[in-house]
């Protein structure tokens, strides 16, 4: 059965801060891992890491990708209350369409 | 713009009485798809679609029905709506091939 796992779940932290989210998966014949942001509606794209050990960078946020360990982060650095959502892990296999979601680890940035 | 778009965002509804949620996107993609969002759940999987006329189940399709007579639309039918099908619904859309999937804004569902 396919599977992804989030941690932490839940994560409260101050402006500044700098945290790394985890997310790791069995899946068949993995295709990608995406991340998404969610803040009270659609989640929306973040990352999409096809290959291990290559970052990706947006700003203050990054994700990289380990096939062998299977694993990925998100990192987010200098963290702002903006930043306060549910990152979602969704990852991609062998069925053509089919993404699976993690639980989401909910993140709560304090002024 | 491009965008998936879903109706009603919010409606509540009586056990059995048969309702419809929309969704239409306007960015030509091929691959559409319904999930529910719970509590501690996250996003799970109803249906989804590859193209005109191609549906499957995902992981939780029991009590729901999808057609998909044109490219642009997909929607989720509960022939009978029960209590436990409260939840929070999204519809999404990909290209072809590509993994990326864009969400509708949702429709929030209530079933007393």
């Known amino acids: 059965e396919d599977k992804v796992v989030q941690s932490p779940l839940s994560l409260v932290v101050h402006e500044g801060d700098t945290v790394t989210l985890n997310c790791s998966y069995e899946v068949t014949n993995f295709r990608s891992l995406l991340w998404y942001k969610q803040e009270k509606k659609a989640p929306t794209f973040l990352f999409m890491l096809t290959s291990s050990g290559i970052e990706k960078k947006s700003g203050r946020l990054s994700s990289i990708l380990d096939k062998k360990e299977l694993f990925s982060i998100l990192n987010i650095t200098a963290t702002q209350t903006g930043d306060s959502a549910v990152y979602l892990c969704a990852v991609s296999g062998s069925t053509l369409g089919r993404l699976y979601f993690g639980r989401g680890t909910q993140l709560t940035v304090w002024p | 713009e491009a965008q998936v778009t879903q109706n009603p965002r919010y409606l509540i509804t009586v056990t059995g009485k048969k309702l419809t949620v929309t969704c239409s996107q306007n960015m030509n993609h091929e691959y559409m798809s319904w999930y529910r969002q719970d509590p501690g759940l996250g996003l799970r999987q109803i249906y989804y679609?590859?193209?005109?006329?191609?549906?499957d189940k995902g992981d939780v399709p029991e009590g729901y029905k999808v057609s998909r007579k044109e490219k642009r639309n997909f929607p989720l039918i509960l022939e009978s709506p029960s209590p436990n099908q409260t939840s929070l619904y999204f519809c999404a859309s990909s290209l072809w091939g590509e993994n990326i999937q864009y969400f509708g804004a949702g429709t929030r569902l209530s079933v007393l």
């Open positions: 679609s590859m193209n005109v006329e191609v549906t």
